[in-house]
């Protein structure tokens, strides 16, 4: 194990969310004397701060959430000066506000970038002309400029945050609450479909969950391809078990493909 060291002027108190491909640059949250810094380390440079954007009800917080696979893309958010902005900080020096998704949305964050930086997923929440509150999951393609809320207000499954996004933008996994009945939900969400509940999309493809007294499936992560995704669900002793499953290819029939022997079992 390596300790990543503390921010300059730090009190010794950080946390690490992503890291890039050989481990090159490592990307987090650490906690200097005037609150929750995000940061950008390499072996070379040490953690480096990213300084957040401006103050939002008296505090000024950043948070680095994911990292290209080359570690020259850095996502995250930081507070503005009307709320929260996702943010992209680039390697060479340069900072990104992402455009709101809607009116009304005053925090989006970013939670997400694809290995190859060119999508962003996160999430934007607020408060609509109706005062209704509302949390929709967002991609930002950085090449195009596009903002993406997916879904919309009669889909049940809008609320909630994009945790992982291929290359192509075209599947990406996330969670949140079911609407209107505000249930936890794990979602994958294909461009060309909407989305699927985790648990249903396993049956969808032949995996027989009610038999052989599987609980709730949840994604945590996907290839940069598409072709896997890993994650976690309730076995039929009540724990909770690993996995690691295969995508087919689209068209493709059949169950599918997935380990979980050696992955360790917890106790709920």
Do not use: C
């Not at 990213?50 to 000024?60: E, M, R």
């Not at 509150?133 to 889909?155: A, H, K, M, N, Y």
């Not at 994958?188 to 989305?195: A, H, K, N, P, S």
């Not at 976690?232 to 068209?251: K, M």
């Amino acid at each position: 194990m390596v300790s990543l060291g503390d921010l300059p002027g730090g009190t010794n108190n950080s946390s690490a969310y992503g890291v890039s491909n050989a481990g090159r640059v490592i990307v987090g949250e650490g906690r200097m004397t005037n609150g929750r810094t995000g940061f950008r380390w390499t072996a070379e440079t040490g953690m480096q701060p990213l300084t957040p954007l401006g103050k939002f009800n008296n505090a000024a917080i950043s948070t680095a959430r994911g990292v290209s696979a080359d570690g020259s893309i850095v996502v995250g958010e930081s507070t503005v000066s009307d709320g929260w902005a996702a943010v992209v900080w680039r390697e060479d020096g340069s900072v990104q506000t992402l455009p709101r998704h809607r009116t009304g949305a005053n925090l989006t964050k970013a939670y997400a970038v694809s290995d190859n930086g060119r999508f962003v997923g996160g999430h934007g929440s607020g408060f609509d002309e109706n005062n209704n509150s509302f949390e929709d999951p967002v991609i930002w393609d950085l090449i195009t400029g596009d903002t993406l809320r997916l879904g919309d207000d009669s889909d049940p499954y809008v609320g909630g945050q994009v945790n992982d996004i291929t290359d192509d933008g075209n599947i990406a996994i996330g969670s949140g609450l079911t609407i209107p009945m505000q249930s936890q939900h794990n979602f994958i969400w294909f461009r060309d479909r909407g989305f699927v509940t985790a648990t249903d999309y396993f049956k969808e493809l032949g995996f027989d969950l009610d038999t052989s007294r599987w609980g709730q499936v949840h994604f945590t992560a996907i290839t940069p391809d598409g072709r896997y995704v890993t994650g976690w669900a309730y076995n039929p002793d009540g724990f909770t078990e690993g996995f690691v499953a295969r995508i087919p290819a689209p068209g493709a029939l059949g169950l599918l493909a997935i380990g979980a022997a050696g992955l360790a079992r917890r106790r709920r």
